[in-house]
Structure formats: structure tokens, C-alpha cells
């Protein structure tokens, strides 16, 4: 007889909530971390570094990884049907542990996870075969997009840099109208979700950390109203923090 291979006593001993994300960190046979994710019919288990599966396609880190390698020997290199289906199975993979991470507050974890999704968006829009095809992942950028600024500005937070969380949800907002400009669908922007979320987040660190006007806020401003001997002091700071911070 085969030794029992159920997982009745992890899902009984994990009660699903619908109404939150199921998320732990636990470790393995071999002792290394691995994240898990209870969903409605059972349990995720991903890997913490390189390819939340864990597998190694074609013995590089990641698909992107060896589709990369794929363009080096092809410069006209485009996606077969079944890469672009090795494509969708990598974003899924991704998607779930980004949102794990979040949950996690392993924000420099979303960060990475986030920036591997959009740099193989960048990728298909450059090898796609199909329009089709790459415009539904393009669907979700925003959305990306947005988990990446949230996670980056929450990573400045717990570093206790509220006002540099303020100036990367704006730079990330930035980003955001440019995209929706790209589209033409610019007159969307101020409406959408991701946006208002954003938003309202910069609006409650402000408030709760007393965070005023950033320099390069006041910058802006000092440019729009032409006061320009008072914008080169303020570049001149800027220039002076990014060097305490870059020596």
C-alpha cells in the first residue's frame, strides 16, 4: 500500500476565510522557506526566490530569463503559441505571490515580483505574435503598476521616510496618466480606482505623518508660478539629498 498522500490534515488544521487573503510562511522537508496560499479548493505552495514553481525552464531562472537568451541568438525573435502559453503560466505565477508579498508586508518582495511582470509585459509588446494576445496581459499594467507603487511607497514607510512615500506615489501617479495618455483614455484618469486608491493613501500619510508639500512638489509649484530663483535653490537641495543619499 502507498503511503497516504492526502493533505486532509493541512486544509482541516487551515480553515479557508473568504474574506481575506490566506497567506503563511513555512518551511520545507530541506528547511528552506517556502510561501503558502489556502484557496478555496486547496493550497499554493511557491517558492520564495526565482520561480515561484520553482522550476528551472531550459535551465534558466525564469521563462523571461531564457526567452531573453532566445533574442541574443535572433534579433527578429517572435513568440511561438506555445511560449506565449509558458508566458501566461509565469504571469499567473508571479500574480500570486505578488499578492502573497503584499499580504506578507514583504514589500521589497512585491517590488521585485511586480518589476518582473512589467519588464515581460515590455518583452511580449516586442515578440508578441498576436495583438490580441499581449493586449490581455497589457489590460492588467494599471493594475501592476499599482501594486508596485503601493509596495514601494509602504517599503519607504516602514523605513520611516513618509515623505519619500509621498514622492514615489506621486511619481508612480505620474506614471499612471502617461499610460492612460498612451491610450487615449487620459480623461479616465482622475475616476479610476487604482488612481483614487493611490490618492487616498498619499492624502492619510500626509495626514497621519505630518507630511507637507515634498520639495519636488514645491518645486512644481515654484516652476508654474515662475518663481525661478526659488526653484534653483530647491534643485540645489534636491541635488544635495541625492547625494547624502547616493555618495
Known amino acids: 500500500m502507498s503511503r497516504n498522500q ?23 522537508d530541506d528547511g528552506r522557506e517556502v510561501v503558502q496560499m489556502r ?21 534558466y531562472e525564469t521563462y523571461f530569463d531564457y526567452l531573453v537568451s532566445r533574442t541574443l541568438r535572433d534579433e527578429d525573435f517572435e513568440m511561438s503559441e506555445a ?15 505578488r499578492v502573497c508579498w503584499l499580504t506578507l508586508r514583504k514589500y521589497d518582495r512585491a517590488v521585485a515580483d511586480a518589476d518582473h511582470t512589467l519588464t515581460l509585459m515590455d518583452f511580449c ?4 505574435p498576436d495583438d490580441e494576445w499581449t493586449m490581455t496581459h497589457e489590460q492588467y499594467r494599471p493594475f501592476v503598476l499599482f501594486h508596485r507603487i503601493q509596495a514601494a511607497a509602504l517599503e519607504q514607510l516602514e523605513q520611516n521616510a513618509a515623505e519619500a512615500a509621498v514622492h514615489t506615489i506621486n511619481t508612480g ?21 487604482l488612481v483614487v486608491r493611490l490618492a487616498e493613501l498619499r492624502e492619510s500619510l500626509r495626514d497621519h ?13 515654484a516652476v508654474s508660478r515662475e518663481q525661478y530663483e526659488l526653484a534653483a535653490k530647491i534643485r540645489d537641495e534636491l541635488a544635495r539629498r541625492q547625494t547624502r543619499l547616493h555618495p
Open 6 to 28: 492526502s493533505i486532509d490534515r493541512i486544509l482541516s488544521d487551515w480553515t479557508y476565510d473568504p474574506g481575506n487573503v490566506n497567506v503563511r510562511i513555512v518551511r520545507g
Open 39 to 59: 484557496v478555496d479548493m486547496g493550497l499554493l505552495q511557491m517558492e520564495t526566490t526565482g520561480r515561484p514553481d520553482g522550476d528551472r525552464p531550459n535551465g
Open 83 to 97: 511560449q506565449c502559453m509558458e508566458v501566461d503560466r509565469e504571469f499567473v505565477q508571479f500574480y500570486h505571490r
Open 125 to 128: 509588446l516586442d515578440h508578441s
Open 173 to 193: 501617479l505620474d506614471q499612471l496618466r502617461d499610460l492612460f495618455a498612451e491610450h487615449d483614455a487620459e480623461e479616465m484618469f482622475d475616476d479610476n480606482e
Open 209 to 221: 505623518y505630518r507630511v507637507g508639500r515634498t520639495l519636488e512638489e514645491q518645486l512644481q509649484d
